[in-house]
């Protein structure tokens, strides 16, 4: 800007604009004449004569000198605006071992220090608070669309199945860290849906066994359902844990299922159980209802796990069961449980049955003595060997008493005797009180074997005939129908519920539902209830990217369920950082979610808008209680004003400098009846204040007066006053066009001023962290966030570029330019802004929609800064649209901030040179994709971005001991659908976006050459 000259345009039209303007408005009043630049006739030759002179008029009233500017915006009476005092949020916390809670009123004076030798800045608080001791202990996502939850703190934890180790849970962290709201991808879930059958014995399997499973849907054919992997998986429970068995589909809809592994028990209730697990392998979209289940098992060919004769260990694959000697009650135990096990069963027992002969006969020594008298005879005595065999076998089984025969499918008990060789089968159904016990070292249920009849097997010489068992195969099966499992329990989500009972008799149940939540929620437990009201949150939520209109329900937990939740203040769409405030409802009570129960608030997705996969989820850093908020405000004490004598436009000084607003009550005492005071005290109660005496009789009578900019539109009837900042006085009108006070012996008018000391209020987090006077059982106080949003109070120059702003377009927005000028001047936060019709933020067609793009100064420091002014600045816009702009039609955002990043290759002549170019490198990054310049003004306009060419030059320009050999600059944004990276060349750049610096690296390597500066 030249010296004494407006950097401000009145009017902002050049030849062109005016040639484009008299074309348009010629074809609506003058249709028949065809203004043409290319082939004009006499009519546009004098058009495009005057467009040129009016040019140069233009040109010359905008280069008017700005005290000549001054005095022509004069003429509209505008007044600076005031300062906008920062805003910013204080977290309290109680002193330790005190009190339940504290009250803290609003208007309490905080001190904030930019430093320590500055004079203090008072903060007050807008809300009243409670502070509480009460703690944040869970916080629970639940998403519908998956069917998933997501503990991202406290007690809630993932279900863990029969057989899952403690390291499989999934288990919640202990503090907060940040996440993003309705976004089931963004943790573990802790959600499982799965049946847990137990049986006694009926899963005791070995490998080779096999279990066959029915579930009774009632649907035709619908049981094949769960073979399908993508839908179901089945697991059992073995020595190694939870293992997953191959599912097939057998005959009638059953599902046959084998395990690679020896099954396993399990303690339930003091009873030892084998289980399998059915578990739902994607999300359940619709509840799966079961008539009935039952299951059978089978196995073939297993081998006996352990063979014993007396005491005595044999071979299970070829062993002699009573010894290769008859002796009577000699015994044999046959091993396996895990096919002895299945009560009611049909076992069979398959072996190839031989038999050996033995000479059993005198040695030498006891023929000698015991055949003395034979021997007295001169002739050699011949003795006829005796036969002996296990003639009579009983087959026997422990009750856990004593030992009961086996009813075998024929009669065994002379199988043993000799008379019948090769492959011997035979069944029995498995006794319900077949017990283990322990045999030679081994443990489990056996069948015992025992000789009750071998007739002279003690005589000598005597051949004893006994049997030989080879390849012994031990087989089950259930032929009686599906046996219902011995205990049933379902899990849900995280809660476990007994279905024992139903099953047992035999009645129909859910195995399977949907999540009970019907959209995104997100639950905050509290650890006690709050004392006191009322209570707030701080919900520190990431610049976003939102362009949905999203908008939250909040409940709260009572014994029936979730009830509405009224709320003071909202955090609105999530679109940046929000206090939510509430007063407790005397119903707040303890439930349970998911297992954990607390004190819940719910916020819920209301309009399903975060529900698509493509929809933007923003980050929650951050959930503190304590929480309120406060400006850069200091409330001066009333001052009372007295007038003597009445006159036209009286002005008075104000108690303070730097006037953010002030309250004035003008004394209308006698100017009404009393009729009139006392209605317009019930019609407006905050804007009069009215005594009345004993005698009911009105004392003083005091009315609240409205500031304006000015009188232009100001009537006889208007209680209006303007406030000249600049000269920090209070002005009343003449009297009357527009009333003023009256002269009189009591109090004319009382002021209220509010000042704030504008931008020196924007301090960084933890600046604020004093009271002005002593707050009991508070221990600290302290900002989290940066306060923001503080700008000074409009300056000349920016007073007369709003002048300038009104004369050309007469107060009314009607093109791009004037949006835009409107924008830029609301506030000196605005660095820059851009407009478009017909589009949203990235450009997309929008139908009749103004989209208005906001770059403010504090951008870096997050979307606070924005969040302050956008309400403000789309009250004022819609203020000066024409009438058919509504508020739908409007969309005011922050710039799509694209983060790029640089990695650099460079040559360094030695190792010395490393720190300085690595810097140099860096640092010349950073202030050539920075939005803003050094000074706070915009160095890239909105929609234009950096290329990667003038990004080589700069590097290449740097005069560092470093040749730049190579480097790749990437792109990152988020939109509605989500992160998007690419690399620069390959962005194609909307109207709405600008760079700002992300994470550059420079990589340095040793010049071969000695190395040159670039």
């Known amino acids: ?17 005016l ?25 546009s030759v004098i058009a495009m004569i005057f467009a040129g002179q009016m040019e140069g008029n233009i040109r010359r009233l905008n280069r008017v000198l700005g005290k000549l500017h001054t ?7 505008l007044s600076p605006q005031p300062a906008r005092p920062a805003r910013g949020v204080i977290v309290l916390a ?44 869970d916080l629970i996502g639940v998403f519908p669309a998956g069917g998933g939850v997501i503990s991202y703190m406290g007690g809630a934890h993932r279900v863990r199945l029969v057989g899952e180790d403690a390291g499989e849970d999934i288990a919640a962290a202990e503090r907060f860290a940040p996440f993003r709201l309705f976004d089931s991808s963004g943790g573990e879930d802790i959600s499982r849906n799965a049946l847990v059958f137990y049986h006694k014995s009926l899963f005791d399997l070995a490998v080779g066994g096999a279990i066959s499973a029915f579930l009774h849907t009632g649907g035709l054919g619908d049981e094949t359902r769960f073979c399908d992997r993508n839908r179901y998986r089945w697991s059992c429970l073995t020595e190694s844990g939870l293992r997953p068995l191959a599912a097939a589909a057998g005959p009638d809809g059953s599902v046959t299922l084998a395990p690679d592994e020896d099954t396993a028990k399990i303690e339930r209730g003091g009873v030892m159980y084998s289980a399998i697990v059915l578990e739902a392998a994607a999300p359940v979209r619709e509840s799966v209802e079961l008539l009935s289940a039952g299951f059978s098992s089978s196995c073939r060919d297993a081998v006996p796990s352990f063979v014993t004769h007396n005491a005595d260990d044999m071979d299970p694959a070829a062993f002699m069961p009573f010894g290769p000697a008859a002796s009577l009650y000699d015994e044999c135990y046959i091993g396996g449980d895990s096919v002895f096990s299945k009560q009611n069963a049909v076992i069979t027992i398959d072996f190839h049955l031989s038999f050996r002969e033995k000479l059993v006969t005198f040695t030498p020594e006891s023929e000698n003595g015991d055949l003395k008298i034979i021997k007295r005879r001169p002739a050699v005595v011949s003795l006829e060997p005796a036969h002996t065999a296990a003639e009579r076998v009983t087959a026997e089984y422990f009750n856990g008493t004593g030992w009961r025969r086996l009813l075998c499918s024929f009669d065994i008990s002379v199988l043993f005797a000799g008379g019948k060789a090769g492959q011997i089968s035979f069944d029995f159904s498995c006794p319900p009180d077949w017990q283990p016990l322990t045999v030679g070292g081994h443990n489990g249920r056996c069948l015992r074997l025992r000789v009750t009849q071998a007739d002279n097997c003690y005589l000598q010489p005597c051949v004893h005939n006994m049997p030989l068992v080879t390849d012994m195969r031990l087989s089950y099966r259930f032929p009686g129908g599906w046996q219902p499992p011995d205990r049933l329990e379902r899990v849900s989500g995280t809660a476990v519920t007994d279905l024992t009972d139903r099953v047992t008799r035999r009645e129909n149940f859910t195995a399977f539902a949907p999540s009970p939540y019907g959209r995104g929620e997100l639950y905050l437990g509290f650890d006690r209830r709050f004392t006191g009201a009322p209570v707030s949150l701080l919900f520190d939520i990431e610049r976003g990217a939102c362009s949905q209109k999203s908008s939250l329900d909040f409940a709260y937990s009572t014994p029936a369920g979730f009830k509405p939740l009224h709320l003071i203040d909202n955090i609105g769409d ?11 409802p005397p119903d707040w009570a303890q439930r349970e979610v998911e297992g954990a129960r607390r004190y819940w608030l719910r916020l819920a997705d209301k309009n399903n808008a975060f529900e698509a996969a493509d929809a933007f989820k923003p980050l929650l850093s951050g959930i503190t209680l304590n929480a309120v908020e406060v400006l850069n405000i200091e409330t001066m004490p009333p001052e009372s004003y007295f007038i003597d004598a009445a006159r036209p436009n009286m002005s008075f000084p104000l108690p303070a400098g730097s006037i953010v607003s002030a309250e004035i009550f003008v004394n209308e005492y006698g100017l009404h009846s009393s009729a009139a005071m006392r209605r317009l005290a019930v019609e407006r109660p905050a804007d009069v204040r009215m005594s009345v005496n004993t005698a009911g009789e009105i004392g003083e009578f005091f009315v609240r007066w409205e500031e304006v900019e000015n009188f232009a539109a100001s009537g006889p009837a208007d209680r209006h006053y303007r406030i000249d900042r600049t000269q920090n006085r209070v002005i009343f009108g003449d009297g009357v066009t527009v009333p003023a006070p009256r002269a009189g012996t009591d109090e004319a008018f009382t002021v209220a001023a509010r000042r704030s000391r504008g931008a020196e209020g924007n301090l960084p987090p933890g600046s604020v962290t004093e009271s002005l006077g002593r707050l009991i059982h508070i221990d600290s106080v302290t900002n989290p966030l940066a306060t923001w949003a503080g700008s000074d109070m409009e300056n000349a120059e920016r007073t007369r570029a709003r002048g300038a702003n009104i004369i050309c377009s007469q107060n009314r927005l009607r093109s791009a330019a004037d949006f835009l000028r409107e924008t830029r001047l609301y506030s000196d936060t605005v660095a820059d802004a851009a407009c478009l019709a017909g589009v949203d933020k990235y450009g997309r067609p929008a139908g009749r929609m103004i989209h208005i793009a906001v770059l403010t100064k504090d951008y870096h420091t997050g979307a606070l800064g924005f969040a302050a002014l956008r309400e403000g600045l789309e009250k004022r816009v819609l203020a000066k649209c024409d009438a058919m702009v509504s508020r739908e039609m409007l969309s005011i955002s922050e710039p799509v901030y694209v983060e790029l990043s640089v990695a650099a290759l460079a040559e360094i002549p030695d190792e010395h040179a490393a720190f300085t170019a690595r810097r140099a490198i860096t640092d010349a990054l950073r202030a050539f994709i920075s939005p803003l310049t050094a000074d706070g003004g915009a160095q890239w306009t909105i929609g234009v971005l950096p290329t990667e060419m003038q990004i080589r030059l700069l590097l290449h320009s740097l005069h560092i001991p470093a040749n730049i050999r190579h480097i790749v600059t990437t792109a990152r944004f988020a939109d509605d659908s989500g992160f998007h990276e690419c690399s620069l060349s390959e962005l194609r750049p909307g109207p709405f976006m600008i760079g700002v610096s992300g994470q550059h690296a420079v990589h340095l390597a040793r010049s071969q050459r000695g190395g040159s500066s670039c």
């Open 1 to 17: 800007m030249s010296e004494g000259r407006s950097e401000y345009k009145i009017d902002g039209r050049g030849a062109a604009d």
């Open 19 to 43: 040639r484009a303007q008299m074309k348009a408005l010629a074809a609506s009043y003058a249709s028949e004449w065809d203004f043409s630049e290319q082939d004009p006739d006499v009519g």
């Open 94 to 137: 109680l002193a330790a071992d005190t009190v339940s809670g504290a009250d803290l009123p609003a208007g309490t004076k905080l001190l904030g220090y930019r430093d320590e030798s500055d004079t203090p800045l008072i903060f007050e608080t807008v809300a009243d608070l409670h502070v509480t001791d009460a703690r944040l202990r």
């Open 574 to 584: 999530l679109s940046g950082p929000g206090t939510l405030q509430f007063i407790p």
């Open 71 to 77: 005095e022509f915006v004069n003429m509209l009476a």
